[in-house]
């Protein structure tokens, strides 16, 4: 079993940013590959980023590349989603997983464990 409980959400004007925090709990974190997703209203969830928990391999969805960064921090079982030059369209509910399956990395049903999610609200 694993927790994990982010923060860091807000409300934020367009241009600006917000760094996301992901702790988690119950399992040896740094063998764990970590991802955020994101959802925004009347859509289904969809892939943000991740990051193996080897380090060796990151990925972006296409609409935050060269935008959002993840991170993480072993010593603190913490995994961090960087966000710049924030867009009204990238408003949403941002979770954090922690995959658990071994399918597609950017594949939401690859993650069995799940935060209770944050919210970020980008302004025009």
């Known amino acids: 079993q694993v927790q994990l409980v982010e923060s860091g959400g807000g409300l934020v004007q367009a241009g600006g940013s917000l760094r996301l925090s992901c702790v988690a709990s119950?399992?040896?974190?740094?063998?764990?590959?970590m991802g955020w997703f994101r959802q925004a209203p009347g859509k289904e969830r969809e892939f943000v980023a991740a990051?193996?928990?080897?380090?060796?391999?990151?990925y972006y969805a296409d609409a935050v590349k060269g935008r959002f960064t993840i991170s993480r921090d072993n010593a603190k079982n913490t995994v961090y989603l960087q966000m710049n030059s924030l867009k009204p369209e990238d408003t949403a509910v941002y979770y954090c997983?922690?995959?658990?399956?071994?399918?597609?990395?950017?594949?939401?049903?690859?993650?069995?464990?799940w935060g209770q999610g944050t919210q970020v609200t980008v302004s025009s």
């Open positions: 997983a922690a995959r658990g399956t071994p399918v597609g990395i950017t594949l939401s049903r690859a993650y069995d464990y």
């Open positions: 990051e193996r928990w080897s380090g060796s391999s990151i």
């Open positions: 119950g399992r040896t974190f740094s063998s764990i590959t």
